[in-house]
């Protein structure tokens, strides 16, 4: 499957700019599913910039 990196950077929400998986999502999800979190675009903005990207902090945001 040939990636859409260019597609993807419009939209990708994460702050952390020397990111090396930023555009590339199947390396980002990859990634921190590993690491037992979600990708920063699962969050909002605000969420996101906390680097809390835990199953926990989410939960514990959408059950605000």
């Known amino acids: 499957m040939e990636c859409k990196k260019d597609q993807n950077l419009e939209n990708c929400s994460c702050s952390y700019d020397p990111c090396p998986r930023k555009g590339n999502?199947?390396?980002?999800?990859?990634?921190?599913?590993?690491?037992?979190?979600l990708p920063g675009c699962c969050f909002s903005?605000?969420?996101?910039?906390?680097?809390?990207?835990?199953?926990?902090?989410?939960?514990?945001?959408?059950?605000k």
């Open 45 to 63: 903005r605000e969420a996101e910039r906390t680097y809390d990207r835990s199953f926990e902090h989410f939960a514990r945001l959408v059950m």
């Open 25 to 37: 999502c199947c390396d980002c999800l990859a990634y921190h599913l590993r690491k037992r979190e």
